[in-house]
């Protein structure tokens, strides 16, 4: 069975760091554009950042260029995003995708995405 699971999430004080892990099982990531997106309270869900399949090229929303970064390790079937100095209005629940496309050009769209995780809650508050 196919599935991406999330953790990391938490709460933390503006400022603070988390890093998020996206595990998938049932299938291998390395052919898998793999994004992170999320979706605050009475907002749309948004693309937050992507790494793609072929030589792992990375993009970001302007809203977290330079705190947040997006890496993956085949081996471990794992794909991160570390979230450095967090504000509160990156609260939101965030969720792990795989888009099917092996490239060097992820899409940071919720509907070109395949496969869904369940997503955690990240919680920035003082």
């Known amino acids: 069975q196919l599935q991406l699971v999330e953790s990391g999430g938490g709460l933390v004080q503006p400022g603070g760091s988390l890093r998020l892990s996206c595990a998938a099982s049932?299938?291998?990531?390395?052919?898998?554009?793999i994004g992170w997106f999320r979706q605050a309270p009475g907002k749309e869900r948004e693309g937050v950042s992507c790494?793609?399949?072929?030589?792992?090229?990375?993009y970001y929303a302007d809203s977290v260029k330079g705190r947040f970064t997006i890496s993956r390790d085949n081996a471990k079937n794992t794909v991160y995003l570390q979230m450095n100095s967090l504000k509160p209005e990156d609260t939101a629940v965030y969720y792990c995708?795989?888009?099917?496309?092996?490239?060097?050009?992820?899409?940071?769209?919720?509907?070109?995405?395949?496969?869904w995780g369940q997503g955690t809650q990240v919680t920035v508050s003082s």
């Open positions: 995708a795989a888009e099917a496309r092996f490239g060097l050009i992820c899409d940071l769209q919720p509907v070109k995405q395949n496969y």
């Open positions: 790494i793609s399949s072929r030589a792992g090229r990375t």
């Open positions: 049932g299938f291998t990531l390395d052919y898998y554009n």
